[in-house]
C-alpha cells in the first residue's frame, strides 16, 4: 500500500510540475503576443503617416515648384510640342502642334 501511495504521489508531483510549467509558457507566449499586437498597431500607425508623407512630397504643385525653382525647368512653347495619339497604329505619325 506505502508502496502505490509513493507511486501516486510521484506522478501527482510530476502532473503538478506539468501544469505549472504549461501556464508559465501559456502566459508568457500571450505577453508576447500582446506585445507583437500593440506593435503591429505602432506599425499600421506609421505606415498610414508614411503614405501620407509619400502624397505630400508627390504632389503636383510642389514637383512643378522644385523644377521651375531649382532645376530652372520650364514648360516648352507650344511651338516645340508634339501630340502623339495613342493606339493609332503605325500609319499615323506625331505631327507637330501648330
Known amino acids: 500500500m ?3 501511495n ?3 504521489l510521484a506522478l501527482l508531483t510530476a502532473c503538478a510540475l506539468g501544469l505549472v510549467t504549461s ?3 501559456a502566459r508568457k507566449l500571450f505577453s508576447e503576443l500582446e ?3 500593440e506593435r503591429a498597431k505602432q506599425l499600421e500607425v506609421e505606415w498610414g503617416q508614411l503614405q501620407l508623407e509619400q502624397s505630400t512630397w508627390a504632389m503636383h504643385a510642389r514637383v512643378e515648384k ?3 525653382e ?3 525647368m520650364s514648360v516648352p512653347d507650344a511651338k516645340r510640342s508634339q501630340v ?3 493606339g493609332a497604329g503605325a500609319e499615323a505619325k506625331a505631327e507637330p502642334k501648330r
Do not use: F, P
Request: no cysteine; glycine share 0%.
Open 2 to 4: 506505502a508502496r502505490i
Open 6 to 8: 509513493l507511486i501516486l
Open 23 to 25: 501556464q508559465h509558457k
Open 35 to 37: 506585445r507583437e499586437q
Open 66 to 68: 522644385i523644377a521651375r
Open 70 to 72: 531649382r532645376l530652372r
Open 84 to 86: 502623339v495619339i495613342a
